[in-house]
């Protein structure tokens, strides 16, 4: 039972980063991409903390969440034209 509900959660994290990266291929709008993007990357460590059955693979998966986290935050920023200066 319980790797029926693993092989379910799993199935549910593929499904949903397919349907995030073909939203960030077919989206037009840059802006709009974005937050399909950071749902990608959900989905991408989720999938890793369920398919290596080893307690490292939280911290494995942990990792490349905030690593996607800070590169999706790095190319908002930067799209909306970085840091301002006050002068």
């Known amino acids: 039972m319980a790797i029926l509900i ?3 959660a ?7 980063a397919v349907y995030a990266a073909i939203r960030v291929v077919l989206e037009k709008d840059t802006m709009r991409k974005l937050p399909f993007l950071n749902v990608l990357s959900f989905a991408v460590s ?3 903390a369920l398919i290596l059955p080893h307690p ?5 998966a942990a990792a ?11 190319i908002a920023s930067a799209y909306a034209g970085g840091r301002h200066r006050d002068e």
């Open 56 to 60: 490292l693979s939280i911290l494995a």
């Open 46 to 48: 989720g999938a890793i």
């Open 64 to 74: 490349y969440f905030v690593g996607s986290t800070l590169e999706s935050n790095a």
């Open 10 to 16: 799993l199935s549910i994290c593929g499904l949903i």
């Open 6 to 8: 693993e092989n379910l």
